[in-house]
């Protein structure tokens, strides 16, 4: 069956950095657009970072614009997000997406919390 298994979520410090994990399995995993998105405490979750299929285009949301970076394996079906001077507003469960035409799959999430 599909799924998408998000590792490497912790507390850290401000400043510091964490760099998440999700392995994917079930489903032709090259052929899918990959995402992170993050849901914090009591707001919509939002997308923070995607890349295409083959890895040769990325996008992400302006709060995190020079500071994280997100990349996938497609020999070993990880997708990656890099993450560094973490902030506290970066504080949230952060999602695996994997997205193809009119099929989208989610994971569980990884809790992220910065914090002194």
């Known amino acids: 069956q599909v799924q998408l298994v998000e ?3 912790g ?8 760099r998440l994990s ?17 849901q914090a405490p009591g707001k919509e979750r939002e997308l923070v970072a995607a890349i295409t299929s083959a890895g040769g285009s990325t996008n992400y949301a302006d709060s995190v614009k020079g500071r994280f970076t997100i990349s996938r394996d497609n020999a070993k079906n990880t997708v990656y997000l890099q993450m560094n001077s973490l902030k506290p507003e970066d504080t949230a469960v952060y999602y695996c997406n994997a997205d193809f035409l009119l099929t989208s799959y989610w994971g ?3 809790l992220v919390t910065v914090s002194s």
């Open 7 to 9: 590792s490497g979520g």
């Open 11 to 18: 507390l850290v410090q401000p400043g510091g950095s964490l």
């Open 22 to 38: 999700c392995a994917a399995s079930g489903f032709t995993f090259s052929s899918y657009a990959m995402s992170w998105y993050r």
């Open 108 to 110: 569980k999430g990884t």
